[in-house]
């Protein structure tokens, strides 16, 4: 292995080496696919520490049977120093043991790597537009928001460490009628900041408790000039203005949570600058839109449905019920029209998009990912999208539902939150389960101190890391690589674990799923903790050993480097790594 090429890494190359050798020695045809051949570990540890499906991907089209394939990579792969035995399983799979030098040299790797172990260049530098949150500027930040949020800034984080260029975006929903009646509610609050009797907040409008600082804004800056003015001379300077005051609360409580965007779009600029007719244009190009009379709704009858012509998008093409409206009758945009002209906007700058949705929007992924195929493609290749669906989280407190917030006035709020149990907790807990799986969330249960709360183990994990360094520096012992013969098979197994980081990283950042880190996180956890549990039970595994110095030096920097994976883990996941608790 070079000194920046992780073992994965490594083997995938050794494995290159030898099909390009079969190859040369005329064994294998020239130009075989081998994109889906993989590296990685058996799922039964007993069967070795590699394994590959080289011989089962290739044998097909290579016209050979996949152990004959399998027979001639073994006699290839046993020839490299690291590799002590190969054995061919089942149909053809190939399982290989790794020598004891090998793993103690990818342990030296964690230690010279650092904080850039399992770092990729994977992405080789293309642009993917990470699009999350976009909440309507309507009010703070809420739960709801919450996950889509977290799990959108983990993955650009991860996408960024796996080699890509990220644009982290949030698209601000401020053409549409809930901003108007933003701008209808901020009125209220205005006049009753310049003490007009408002008495309740008529319904309809936003009751929120804050939009009063917004009120008093208005009343400082406008004085009584709008109090009793027609709607038509205030409703678009107050939209804007309480826009602009929502999306100031909106980053601050982002920020909170240590989530920072570099793009606002705006989708009034969009409209404004004709996005949405650039976007129609297109599709007309390809004969997906057309001007079409939709079918009555179920239920309407001949008197109380009137048949007008729109411009119609062929989404029935794409496995939809009907075609989809991409403006209305009165010639505004539908929100799926609005919608593709984003995304067409979005791709101009970008080699890939991802869109981070709640789960209630599930209804209308086929629709976009189809018109965006059509928009955004070049040369018959379209840009690559995908949309990750996100559930919603149950809050709970001790089991039972928790009440909602007097300041937002019907949600409870991602500060209030954040406020109580902390960022770290919030953001790991986010995505300790798949996102299109339920979660709840119990205040009481995140901050528990038990290795039934994932947060707590891996970060205790870490912590212990560091008690033990300094337990062992007051004893006059410090981590060094000199003797890491002297580690045994048990110590070697969190080496082997903790060796997997890497591809654990590719393959998330490659199913855009950071979770996948989180599991991993607790997985190394798990088996730290079960070693120096090994400890109380024998006392000549613990990591400290008065009576053998070299060994206990082993074994610190083995800890050492278990530490700094999971360091490095967490702060993919945006959570700091604690190191007393």
Not at 121 to 134: A, K, R
Not at 294 to 299: D, N, R, S, V, Y
Not at 351 to 368: E, F, M, N, Q, S
């Amino acid at each position: 292995m070079s000194d920046n090429q992780t073992l994965y890494a490594a083997f995938a190359g050794h494995l290159n080496a030898a099909l390009d050798a079969l190859e040369a020695a005329g064994t294998l045809p020239g130009g075989l696919k081998r994109s889906a051949i993989t590296v990685e570990p058996p799922r039964d540890s007993s069967h070795g520490d590699l394994s590959t499906n080289a011989a089962m991907v290739l044998s097909k089209p290579a016209g050979m049977k996949p152990r004959d394939l399998a027979d001639a990579l073994v006699a290839e792969l046993t020839k490299l120093d690291a590799v002590t035995s190969a054995e061919i399983a089942g149909p053809g799979f190939i399982n290989l043991r790794l020598s004891p030098a090998t793993w103690l040299t990818e342990l030296r790797a964690i230690a010279a790597l650092g904080a850039d172990y399992g770092r990729s260049t994977m992405g080789g530098g293309s642009t993917v537009n990470v699009e999350y949150v976009s909440a309507n500027p309507t009010g703070p930040m809420h739960m709801g928001h919450c996950r889509g949020a977290v799990v959108g800034d983990a993955l650009a984080t991860l996408l960024e460490f796996a080699g890509h260029k990220v644009i982290k975006e949030y698209y601000v929903n401020d053409a549409g009628a809930q901003v108007q009646v933003l701008g209808r509610s901020a009125h209220v609050r205005y006049r009753e900041a310049l003490g007009h009797d408002v008495g309740a907040i008529p319904e309809g409008l936003y009751p929120g408790e804050y939009l009063i600082p917004v009120g008093q804004q208005l009343a400082a800056e406008f004085g009584d000039k709008y109090a009793e003015a027609p709607e038509s001379e205030w409703l678009t300077l107050f939209r804007e203005k309480a826009v602009a005051a929502m999306l100031v609360m909106i980053k601050e409580d982002l920020a909170l949570l240590g989530i920072h965007h570099d793009l606002f779009s705006s989708e009034a600029e969009l409209q404004a600058s004709g996005k949405p007719d650039e976007a129609e244009a297109w599709l007309r190009s390809k004969g997906l839109v057309y001007d079409g009379v939709l079918e009555a709704p179920k239920g309407k009858t001949l008197e109380d449905w009137e048949a007008v012509e729109l411009p119609l998008f062929k989404s029935t093409q794409f496995g939809d019920d009907q075609d989809r409206p991409i403006k209305k009758s009165d010639g505004t945009w539908t929100y799926f029209g609005a919608d593709l002209a984003y995304h067409f906007q979005k791709a101009q700058s970008a080699d890939a998009l991802v869109d981070i949705w709640g789960a209630d929007h599930a209804g209308t992924v086929k629709r976009i990912k189809a018109a965006v195929a059509a928009m955004t493609g070049a040369d018959g290749e379209p840009t690559p999208f995908e949309i990750k669906l996100v559930q919603m989280v149950q809050l709970l407190r001790d089991g039972e539902p928790v009440k909602m917030s007097k300041r937002s006035g019907n949600f409870v709020t991602l500060a209030e939150v954040v406020t109580e149990v902390g960022k770290d907790v919030v953001r790991f807990t986010m995505l300790t389960r798949k996102p299109e799986a339920q979660m709840d969330f119990d205040f009481a249960k995140v901050v528990e101190a038990s290795k039934d709360n994932p947060v707590f183990y891996v970060q205790y994990a870490n912590a212990r890391v560091h008690s033990t360094m300094r337990k062992a520096e007051g004893e006059g012992f410090s981590p060094g690589a000199g003797h890491l013969e002297l580690l045994g098979e048990e110590e070697l197994e969190l080496v082997k674990l903790a060796a997997q980081f890497p591809r654990i990283v590719e393959a998330a950042a490659a199913a855009r799923e950071p979770h996948r880190i989180a599991f991993f996180l607790g997985d190394i956890a798990a088996a730290f903790h079960g070693y120096w549990n090994l400890g109380n039970d024998r006392v000549e595994k613990r990591f400290i050993n008065a009576e053998d110095g070299n060994l206990t030096s082993a074994r610190l920097f083995l800890a050492t480097q278990i530490g700094q994976i999971i360091r490095n883990g967490l702060a993919l996941l945006g959570v700091e790594a604690v190191e007393e608790m």
